[in-house]
């Protein structure tokens, strides 16, 4: 499993375990880079796979956060 796999695996897992609710912001790109020791690219390649799972959302000009609709995705 890739670098970006990982990443996108342990936010899903943070989201399906309710640690990261709907609505909630997720850590700035930088933060998850520091958090997680990767690059980010690494971090952007995560997040686009959380968005094609429809799981997160982003802003444009603001930041990224767990879909309202989350809890309906998952069931």
């Known amino acids: 499993m890739s670098k970006f ?7 899903r897992r943070q989201i399906q ?3 990261l609710k ?9 933060k998850l880079c520091e958090e997680h020791g990767v690059s980010y690219g690494t971090v952007r390649a ?3 796979i959380l968005k094609v799972e429809k799981l997160i959302v982003g802003r444009p ?3 990224l956060y767990v879909r309202e609709e989350v809890d309906r995705i998952l069931a």
């Open 46 to 48: 995560a997040m686009l």
């Open 5 to 11: 796999e990982k990443l996108a695996a342990d936010i």
């Open 22 to 30: 709907p609505g909630d912001r997720l850590p700035s790109v930088a």
């Open 17 to 19: 375990a309710g640690q």
């Open 61 to 63: 000009g603001d930041a």
